[in-house]
């Protein structure tokens, strides 16, 4: 079976559920009337219950790069964009990962923290937080990059600093080390505002966000549990960029067409097919207006992330020089981009 193949196969499972609203962030449940079993632990149960431990790669370390080790006897996910907090600086994780029980590996990251290279601890905790979406998106345009040109799967680290630094400016989130998790917590009220009138719903396996009227992103698992347990951090990823853009007068729902147009662009997508880090392959989406990764284990997607490019995801007209620069050299997606 093909790339493409498997990818379309897994979006004609799901149903769209009814919308969720709160102010101008609107989520539509991605339903799946036959989930499957996991059969693997989240990074927070593994790394809380002591079966997994996160560090850097050496004494010296590596910023894109960090040590993994998996002691349980089941494999453990780790979410693209799951942020790890403490050591010499936090990162998030490149694209999503299922490492092998009882392995250790060598995972790809990108640092969300520039102004800090000392260690706060010997090991990394989870953030139970996902990088907001905008920031994925960027990422996962780089990561798809990177592994089509070289085989590797880096972010571009100046890029995700100066998004940072562009977005705390914005949100009057100041850090001595200009950490996206002072942004979160500068906004913590707020967030918990959005992240309490969302809710997960039966069959759920995923979720589409529309911020402002427009489609921006989707999660999609094959199984209940990582939803659950992944779902308020996912949220909070959307509802960051949300009050980011927080237009009044675009604080409606956002209607289904445009769900449908983002699935429906996911599915023509072109997919590039890769080794993955651990266990599976790692398949990269590109198409008219969309970007994003999934990972497959013997054609079974475990997940799937996609957004819309990062020259449409760009958090706000004063992104930083660097960014408008880059987005006026972009073409400017829109839903209307994508066939109906």
Not at 165 to 172: H, L, T, V
Not at 196 to 224: E, H, K, M, P
Not at 291 to 315: K, Y
Request: proline share 5%; charged share 25%.
């Amino acid at each position: 079976m093909t790339a493409t193949t498997i990818i379309r196969q897994r979006l004609e499972k799901v149903n769209l559920g009814p919308a969720q609203h709160y102010q101008n962030l609107t989520m539509f449940p991605l339903l799946d009337p036959e989930p499957r079993d996991a059969g693997f632990l989240l990074l927070n149960e593994a790394l809380e219950s002591g079966r997994a431990r996160v560090t850097e790669v050496s004494e010296g370390g590596s910023v894109p790069e960090l040590k993994f080790v998996n002691d349980a006897d089941l494999p453990v996910l780790l979410l693209d964009g799951e942020e790890l907090v403490g050591a010499k600086q936090n990162r998030i994780v490149n694209l999503t990962i299922l490492v092998p029980a009882a392995t250790t590996i060598v995972i790809p990251v990108s640092c969300v923290e520039q102004g800090r290279w000392r260690s706060q601890s010997d090991a990394f905790a989870a953030a139970g937080r996902t990088h907001y979406a905008a920031g994925r998106a960027r990422k996962a345009c780089r990561v798809s990059e990177s592994l089509a040109r070289a085989g590797s799967r880096r972010g571009d680290q100046s890029e995700i600093w100066e998004d940072i630094e562009a977005k705390s400016s914005r949100m009057k989130a100041s850090s001595p080390t200009t950490a996206a998790a002072a942004i979160y917590e500068a906004h913590r009220h707020r967030l918990e505002d959005y992240q309490q009138a969302f809710t997960a719903v039966d069959n759920q396996t995923g979720a589409l966000f529309a911020i402002n009227g427009r489609a921006v992103g989707l999660d999609l698992f094959d199984s209940l549990k990582p939803l659950r347990g992944l779902f308020p951090g996912i949220v909070q990823s959307y509802a960051l960029d949300a009050i980011d853009n927080f237009d009044r007068e675009a604080a409606k729902p956002a209607p289904i067409k445009v769900a449908q147009a983002l699935l429906q662009a996911c599915a023509a997508a072109e997919v590039s097919s890769f080794p993955a880090v651990g266990k599976g392959c790692d398949l990269r989406l590109r198409g008219a207006g969309i970007t994003g990764g999934a990972l497959a284990v013997e054609e079974r997607v475990i997940h799937l992330c996609a957004f819309r490019p990062p020259a449409a995801t760009s958090d706000h007209p004063r992104s930083g020089a660097r960014l408008v620069r880059a987005s006026r050299r972009r073409r400017q997606w829109s839903d209307d981009d994508v066939i109906e």
